[in-house]
């Protein structure tokens, strides 16, 4: 109908973001225990029955540290590309319709926030900020705006300057009424697709603060953290990493494998 | 004629990027000095236990007894010449800091990217070669869920997993790099993965579509092989989004040498700004930042030209987009 | 290695500590310029592996009766490796090196804060004047951090001295890529084995390189394949495997010397002030397990103050058994009846909140694991510890701002006199940067007088009763939960006769040889 | 294992190209994951197999030109791949066929490497999408050199027959053309450089697939010339075309394809003089000819559009310029025009000739550079029928909404609209992406008309489609001028198309009005010599 075709991988996809939406909403539906329970003595068991992904090196159980990390993980993927999507729209649309001077400066300042890579541009902003969940949130979330922000910018201008608002605009329709009915969901539809792919690299992006010592959330399981607290135990207790590490990559996929169908199923 | 357009094309080019360098240092310079003071920098790093005269002395030094707005015109002008101060850390020449620091990066971005392409060529190649059979399918689905899988690995782990491999398991490969060459290849590989999987993904769609292209017919009406199709016709076009692409792309490398460059113990400009980030050395900072934003106008520029050198319907028109 | 032990070569040294920002560990002061610094500078004095202080540049030495004089003799045709040769003025020149603002000297200032006056008496015959009697000068004077370098090469000014400070040490800076490595060559002439050294004259390896690899796995992996020689900070996992696996990786085990890895809780504010509330939390902290655990047998828990490695240390297990029984009635008797729902207790509407900020620079992280245990274990009786782990900067912020109810902080320096750097009354006062070490806030006069006292006793058996008197009070004070001695290993591969200073366990490689 | 069989035809030649019974069908819409899903969107929920092509029996012999026209649709393009072996490579489709026998070797059985060697050496196709099909990267010495590269010919020998060809194709000072690419060239030159390219190799066969609808009827002439040549040069033609009239004057056969079927053959006289089957019969009739018919309204006084009629709209020297590459300036340099309530006027004019910028001009679209439009009532509304309606539909709203949002009277419904334009009530709920161009046409005119226009500019609203299409359109446009008193401004490059509908026709060229008049005034005596070459083009039959 939308010309949405999902494919097998779009299924999987599918499948394992429902699964990670439990994990989000009720985490206890899939892992009843405390992801926060110590238990020195069992420390480094590998996978089992009785704990299928391991425990860590205080005892804790991976699996439920995994689903309880869900939230935290997938939240601070949301919260960052909310805060780009929301800032860089409304740049977006006040540089693409507004007058050329607002474009023009508009459109110096993205350059300037685009010419600093996105960790290099968190790094700065934790080192005034302090690090922590807050700071790489809003970290990341800075350095995506400019690239929304030019997207739907060079969007808008494409849509302002297409056929049907032209005509519209022949057809006698008000510039308010072109902008609610073509301009802003032509252009954000696009945008749905940038965001599902952006929550996936947000996700990544954060884990990467946590291994440069800015994003340290432990002993909370957010699964960049997990992920850090674990690779020192790479050669002794492997699942300690490869866990939280496929929770990202599957979840991150994910977002990626839909975003892209998305992409595709606009034009 | 086309030089003097691409003559104006970097005119506009490089008024962008003294805007960019005035602005960053400018925002650079704000932000770090008016969330903390500096002195806890030169004074050896946070909780010295230096004297009120010592740090007296110091302010002085570094002149940041004078009024912000002083120092902010000395640091323009030590910005505007490419000087940068001294670093308040490392007691040094910001300008010798970064001469030092800038060719290490530039060396594994470079190699980086390189190989990014090399891998994207090859899996298409590879995707092209394997036809529209069963076989090739499979191939396809697999490539493609590889660019995945690719582009969504976090760096830290990857660069992790490959030490533990070749490194300590196999012994074939230095996880450090230090003098030999042989050190570059488990940075450059952990840096390319991610841009790979993203380059191949854009490269793979615009393929898709260039394949169904009328030209891209009527060179196989005229007996072209399929590795002939993509390497004369369908690869330069699909190219030709991607390397636009990696004008950015390079900027990521960028990023993702701050991991690398932690991980694999390697000398770079990433490292030094993650160091002074985090003590606060606020001409280190501006330095390394501006001399990012300025490579990055380069690599946009070399993008520009390379694109042009690709696509002659540009050069006609002669002009760069700016 | 089964292979002759050759002369020459170079031996590649890996460190997971910072980078130093300058080569002179006069400037500031930390552990890593100690580390580098002693491959070319040395100290006046040294320390053997039992604690006793040893001659090195200085041969001998004589307090003054009231300790407030004190003589040095120097050796003999000693010249620094530019040539200047090492004489009084030179030492003088370097304790006023330490003492000038301009040098911005931190460890080494409070090193020789007391030095109030020094006199050349001949070439080599120096003498020190104190303000006050301090029976930690010779503990103070064989640390890195004082080390005595040439005072020509201090004239060039700072920053040409950070790149490459001269020293009479066995290797000689010969150059320095940051973010990559040190450069030191063989001293030829090195001709001042101080207590570690097996043979006069140089050193066996003709070369050091002196890399800085920051993530301990990289290191590891580093070690394993043979491509340094040498790391420090390693994991504890890779600890056991090599001294399980048969690599031929040798394991160095060197705690560093003064006080011992700690948790002090801030006795200054609520709800710590009360000691009762104290006692319960170290009655229900229980870190055997998680050190036995996490740190596989690695470290030792420890009951005292300092470390194992000062031989006046002393400690007492009894004050330390868990009880989460008697922690309960303990919190109940201060008050805090209440429960809320989360299971945290609350007193006149204050929750029993223990902020812990914990600085991710400076704590490794089974160090870290070990404090999520301690959280989850005092829990259990109604604590909420709320572990901050934060950057090295908000750390201190943390600390200066007396928003924290636990810490572990790191300071140590050689020799008891620690104890009076830590919980000395005039620690709680800050530095004009905010920073102070007293971290505990313990203000207890008595203690504060045994401290002085100790510190002016030149008498070892007096000075060892005072110091088992302080001990005892300050773990009774319950302000301080030790943990074990502070961790400092290395891991050798493919050299033979690396070992550590009796100092700040720093390595040297005058012995060493590779095989 | 190759069997070389001659197969005998009528008079004795042997047959360069004969299939016997030649099928293809789509497979079902899932086209597997990877492909694009383009391909398949359009052809909609049946699972299953899909019949494009159905039993087709042809055969072509050298020096011989063969023509299959039919609707768009039909499967024209399907065919002329298939017989180069182009469809059986893609996995969608599959291909049967009783006899396939293709310059001497049994096509059925050859690997895609066999056929990659005959494509090269005896066969060759000329696209659909002839503007497209020059790869815009690539010199024209290397895409006309192609067939040759691929089979490891040397460079001077290749430079030399790229010359031969291109010159052959009549392309003026080829040699120098060489380094030029596809942009630097005028449409008619790339359909001749892609012919040079499908003859380099001196194939037997040529498959030329609509190779005149891009161009101008005056270009289109000189193509369909070329043919005639190259057939005499012993060369077998396959012609594929929607338009018969065009194709007539070089075929010698005539297979005319419905659905996929070839439902009549023979020779080209006869197809076109005495149709047999109901589909020929149509093509033939579809062709725009003669004056337009006149209807009964035509007779009374009040007629619409006669001089009298009130003046709606005035151009006074209007012009709009704009600069043109080669350092000039182009567009529209100084119209007048007055158009009346009721009538209709046709603006003809090759390609570039400002055609566009003057109807764009009249709706409001553009504001002239000089000179004045005049909106002599007010009230009037004007609407445009764009040149490419499928870019002035919002992508995401369905034919419904658009219809609903253009719509002044309350009291109209869609439905009706869609009635008007010979559309079912089924296609509200249609996007216009997935709509055939003709239908889309016909949206957009619906579109137009929903606002009660009293001025309808309609952009080339046939040039893009079949016959039978374009004559329904043609008549739907009379209708609304003649019924509804609706004027017309008709915008084509296609005079006999205009002949039909208009009354009186400006001839523009390079931005200005050569010569002006009523229609068939101007027919019959054109005063300009470029009005000549015209008329000539579009009345030659
Ligand atoms: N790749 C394809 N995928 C799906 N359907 C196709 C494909 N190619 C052609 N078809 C379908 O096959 C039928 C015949 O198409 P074809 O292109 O041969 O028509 P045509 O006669 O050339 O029409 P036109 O005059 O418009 O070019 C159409 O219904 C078309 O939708
Ligand atoms: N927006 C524009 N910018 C620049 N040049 C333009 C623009 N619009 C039209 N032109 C130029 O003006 C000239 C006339 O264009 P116009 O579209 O009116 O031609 P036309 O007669 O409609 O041609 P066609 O038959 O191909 O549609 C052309 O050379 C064209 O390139
Ligand atoms: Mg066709
Ligand atoms: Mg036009």
Redesign the interface.
């Known amino acids: 109908m939308l010309g949405l075709r999902l494919g097998w991988s779009g299924w999987i996809s599918t499948a394992i973001l429902l699964l990670a939406l439990v994990a989000v909403c009720a985490p206890r539906l899939l892992a009843p225990g405390d992801p926060?329970?110590?238990h020195?003595?069992d420390?480094?068991q590998p996978p089992s029955a009785a704990h299928l992904f391991g425990t860590?090196?205080?005892?804790r159980d991976l699996f439920t540290r995994v689903v309880h990390g869900a939230a935290a993980s997938v939240g601070i993927g949301l919260a960052a590309t909310g805060i780009g999507i929301g800032v860089g729209a409304a740049l977006g649309f006040a540089a693409g319709l507004g007058p050329r001077w607002l474009d023009g400066s508009l459109g110096r300042v993205f350059e300037v926030l685009f010419a600093l890579p996105t960790l290099v541009m968190a790094l700065l902003f934790i080192s005034v900020m302090?690090?922590?969940p807050t700071a790489s949130i809003l970290a990341i979330g800075l350095a995506t705006i400019p690239g929304y922000a030019r997207m739907l910018r060079a969007r808008v201008r494409g849509i302002a300057a297409s056929g049907y608002v032209e005509w519209a605009r022949l057809d006698e329709v008000g510039p308010a009424r072109v902008f609610v009915r073509h301009i802003a969901p032509n252009s954000l539809w696009p945008l749905a697709s940038a965001a599902t792919l952006g929550i996936g690299q947000a996700i990544v992006w954060v884990s990467a603060l946590g291994f440069l010592?800015?994003g340290?959330?432990?002993?909370s399981p957010e699964w960049g953290a997990m992920l850090n607290?674990g690779?020192?135990?790479?050669?002794?207790a492997w699942w300690m990493t490869v866990c939280p590490g496929l929770a990202i990559v599957l979840v991150a996929g994910a977002l990626t494998v839909l975003g892209r169908r998305l992409g595709n199923a606009r034009d | 004629m086309r030089a003097r357009g691409i003559a104006r094309a970097f005119a506009t080019r490089i008024g962008a990027a003294l805007l960019v360098v005035w602005l960053t240092a400018t925002v650079v310079f704000f932000a770090l000095r008016l969330s903390?003071d500096p002195?806890?920098a030169?004074?050896?790093?946070?909780?010295?236990?230096?004297?009120?005269?010592?740090?007296?002395?110091?302010r002085e030094?570094y002149g940041l007894d004078r009024p912000l707005v002083v120092q902010y015109l000395a640091q323009l002008w030590n910005t505007a010449t490419l000087q940068f101060g001294?670093s308040y850390?490392?007691?040094?020449p910001v300008a010798e800091?970064l001469a030092?620091?800038l060719p290490p990066t530039l060396v594994i971005a470079t190699l980086a990217l390189l190989l990014a392409w090399v891998l994207v060529v090859l899996g298409a190649l590879v995707v092209a070669v394997a036809g529209r059979g069963r076989v090739g399918r499979a191939i396809r689905s697999a490539l493609a869920g590889l660019e995945t899988v690719a582009s969504v690995a976090p760096q830290f782990f990857v660069g992790?997993v490959l030490?533990?491999v070749f490194?300590?398991g196999l012994?074939l490969l230095?996880?450090?790099s230090?003098s030999s060459p042989t050190g570059l290849v488990l940075p450059v590989v952990t840096l390319a993965v991610p841009i790979a999987g993203y380059l191949a993904h854009v490269l793979q769609g615009s393929l898709v579509e260039a394949d169904d292209a009328p030209f891209a017919v009527t060179a196989r009406s005229r007996g072209a092989s399929e590795a002939r199709v993509l390497f004369s016709h369908t690869l330069r076009h699909a190219a030709l989004p991607a390397l636009a692409l990696s004008g950015w792309a390079y900027g990521s490398l960028l990023s993702g040498a701050v991991v690398v460059?932690?991980?694999?113990?390697?000398?770079?400009i990433g490292?030094?700004l993650l160091?002074a980030a985090?003590?606060?050395d606020v001409p280190v900072v501006i330095g390394a930042v501006v001399v990012i934003a300025l490579l990055y106008v380069a690599i946009m520029l070399l993008s520009d030209l390379l694109e042009h050198l690709v696509d002659p319907r540009l050069r006609r028109r002669g002009v760069i987009p700016a | 290695g089964d292979a002759a032990p050759q002369e020459g070569g170079t031996l590649?040294y890996?460190t997971g500590d910072a980078?130093p920002?300058?080569l002179d560990p006069h400037?500031?002061?930390?552990y890593p310029q100690a580390l580098i610094s002693t491959q070319y500078l040395e100290p006046l004095v040294g320390r053997d592996a039992s604690g006793q202080i040893q001659p090195w540049l200085a041969t001998e030495w004589q307090p003054s009766d009231d300790g407030l004089t004190w003589d040095f003799t120097l050796q003999e045709g000693v010249t620094f490796t530019d040539g200047t040769p090492l004489d009084a003025a030179a030492v003088k020149a370097n304790i006023e090196h330490l003492q000038d603002?301009?040098?911005?000297?931190?460890?080494g200032?409070?090193a020789v804060q007391k030095i109030a006056e020094i006199e050349v008496v001949d070439d080599t015959h120096v003498r020190f004047h104190l303000s006050s009697p301090d029976s930690a000068l010779l503990e103070s004077l064989s640390q890195q951090w004082t080390a005595i370098q040439s005072p020509a090469g201090i004239e060039r000014g700072?920053?040409e001295n950070?790149?490459a400070p001269i020293g009479t040490g066995p290797f000689i800076v010969e150059g320095w890529?940051?973010?990559?490595?040190v450069d030191l060559v063989r001293n030829d002439d090195y001709r001042t084995p101080g207590p570690e050294a097996d043979h006069e004259g140089p050193a066996h390896l003709e070369r050091i390189?002196w890399?800085?690899?920051?993530?301990?796995?990289?290191?590891?992996?580093?070690l394993?394949?043979?491509?340094?020689h040498v790391i420090d900070n390693p994991?504890p996992?890779?600890i056991v495997?090599a001294e399980n696996g048969g690599d031929g990786i040798e394991h160095i085990d060197a705690p560093r010397p003064g006080a011992v890895n700690r948790i002090e809780l801030n006795s200054g504010q609520a709800p710590f002030d009360d000691a009762r509330v104290r006692e319960a939390f170290i009655r229900v902290a229980d870190p055997n397990?998680?050190v036995?655990?996490?740190f596989r047998g690695v470290a030792t828990r420890s009951y005292s103050p300092l470390s194992s490695t000062e031989p006046t240390a002393a400690g007492d297990e009894s004050l330390f058994e868990t009880d989460p029984d008697a922690a309960n009635a303990l919190l109940d008797e201060a008050g805090w009846t209440e429960k809320g729902d989360d299971g945290v207790r609350v007193k006149n509407g204050e929750r029993l909140d223990v902020r812990f900020p914990v600085s991710?620079?400076q704590s490794t992280?089974?160090e870290?694991?070990l404090f999520?245990?301690i959280?989850?274990?005092a829990a259990v009786v109604g604590f909420d510890v709320i572990?901050e782990?934060?950057?090295?900067?908000?750390?201190?912020?943390a600390l200066a701002a007396h928003e924290y109810e636990a810490v572990s902080a790191p300071y140590t320096k050689v020799g008891p006199d620690v104890l009076r750097v830590l919980y000395h009354s005039d620690g709680t006062i800050p530095?004009?940067?905010g920073?102070f070490?007293n971290n505990a806030q313990l203000k207890d006069p008595e203690l504060d007088a045994i401290l002085e006292q100790a510190s002016a006793t030149l008498d070892e058996a007096q000075r060892t009763k005072l110091y088992a008197e302080a001990q005892q009070r300050i773990l009774e004070s319950y302000t301080v939960l030790p943990l074990y001695d502070q961790q400092n290993h290395f891991l050798v591969n493919g050299v033979e006769g690396v070992t550590t200073l009796g100092t700040v366990a720093t390595p040297t490689f005058v012995n060493a040889r590779i095989a | 294992m190759l069997v070389t069989r001659s197969v005998p035809t009528g008079d004795g030649a042997t047959a360069v190209l004969e299939v016997e019974g030649l099928s293809a069908a789509l497979r079902g819409p899932r086209a597997g994951f990877g492909a694009s899903a383009r391909g398949t969107r359009d052809a909609g929920g049946p699972t299953g197999d899909r019949p494009v092509l159905d039993g087709i029996d042809l055969r072509v012999r050298p020096g011989e030109c063969v023509a299959v026209v039919g609707e768009s649709g039909a499967g024209k393009s399907v065919l002329a791949r298939t017989l180069l072996g182009l469809t059986q490579a893609d996995p969608r489709w599959t291909v049967r066929a009783d006899a396939f026998e293709a310059a001497g070797r049994d096509a059925r059985r050859l690997t895609p490497r066999q056929w990659r060697g005959l494509r090269g050496r005896s066969m060759s196709l000329v696209l659909q999408d002839a503007l497209q099909s020059l790869d815009p990267l690539r010199t024209i010495e290397a895409e006309v050199g192609e067939a040759l590269a691929a089979r490891g010919i040397g460079r001077s020998e290749r430079r030399a027959a790229v010359i031969r060809a291109l010159e052959g194709a009549g392309l003026p000072d080829a040699a120098s053309r060489l380094r030029q690419r596809s942009g630097e060239l005028s449409g008619g030159m790339r359909q001749r450089a892609l012919i040079a390219s499908a003859l380099v190799h001196e194939p037997e066969l040529l498959v030329a697939d609509e190779p005149t609808t891009a161009l101008d009827p005056t270009t289109a002439t000189r193509v369909l010339r070329l043919f005639d040549e190259v057939k005499r040069r012993g060369t077998a033609i396959l012609l594929i075309s929607h338009d018969l009239a065009s194709v007539a004057r070089v075929a010698d056969r005539i297979a005319v394809l419905d659905r996929g079927r070839v439902v009549e053959q023979g020779a080209a006289e006869q197809i076109l003089r005495r149709p047999a089957h109901p589909v020929t019969r149509a093509l033939v009739d579809a062709i725009p000819r003669g004056p337009k018919p006149r209807s009964a309204s035509r007779t009374t006084a009040e007629a619409p559009g006669s001089p009298d009629s009130p003046a709606l709209l005035a151009l006074h020297g209007a012009a709009r310029r704009f600069p043109a590459p080669d350092g000039g300036t182009t567009g529209l340099h100084g119209v007048d025009l007055v158009l009346r309530r009721g009538e209709a006027v046709g603006v003809v004019g090759e390609s570039g000739a400002g055609k566009s910028t003057l109807a764009r001009i009249l709706v409001g679209a553009e504001q002239p550079d000089a000179g004045a439009v005049e909106r002599v009532d007010p009230g009037c509304r004007v609407r445009l029928i764009p040149q490419d309606p499928l870019s002035t539909f919002d992508p995401r709203w369905r034919v419904g909404r658009i219809l609903t949002a253009s719509l002044r009277d309350a009291g109209r419904s869609p439905v009706e609209l869609l009635a008007q334009v010979g559309l079912g009530p089924e296609y509200l709920h249609r996007r216009p992406a997935t709509l055939s161009g003709g239908q889309r046409q016909r949206i957009a005119i619906a579109r137009a008309l929903a606002a009660e226009p009293d001025v309808l500019v309609c952009d080339e609203p046939v040039s893009a489609l079949d016959v039978t299409t374009q004559a329904g359109i043609l008549r739907l446009l009379r209708d609304l001028q003649e019924r509804r008193g609706v004027s017309l401004v008709f915008v084509s490059h296609d005079l006999a198309a205009v002949r039909t509908v208009c009354d009186r026709v400006l001839i523009m060229r390079d931005g200005r009005v050569v010569e002006s008049g009523e229609t068939e005034r101007v027919f019959a005596d054109p005063g300009d010599p470029f009005t000549r070459e015209l008329i000539a083009s579009a009345t030659a039959d």
């Open positions: 926060l329970a110590v020195p003595a420390g480094f860590d090196e205080s005892g302090g690090s922590g010592g800015l340290a959330l432990s002993p607290a690779r020192v135990y790479l050669t002794t | 903390g002195l806890e030169i004074m050896g790093g946070p909780g010295s236990q230096a004297g009120a005269e010592a740090t007296d002395r110091a030094a001294d850390s490392r007691k040094q800091l030092a620091n992790a030490i533990l490194a300590s012994g230095p996880a450090t230090g460059e932690a991980l694999f113990a390697r000398q770079g490292r030094m160091e985090t003590v606060r | 590649i890996a980078e920002t300058c400037v500031g002061g930390n603002p301009d040098t911005q000297s931190s460890t200032y409070l700072m920053e950070c790149q890529t940051p973010q990559q490595q390189e890399r800085f690899i920051p993530d301990a796995a990289t290191r590891n992996a580093a394993t394949s043979g491509e340094v994991l996992a890779d495997a397990p998680g036995e655990s996490l991710t620079n992280a089974a870290q694991s999520e245990q959280q989850a274990n572990l782990p934060v950057d090295l900067s908000s750390w201190y912020g530095a004009p940067s920073y070490a």
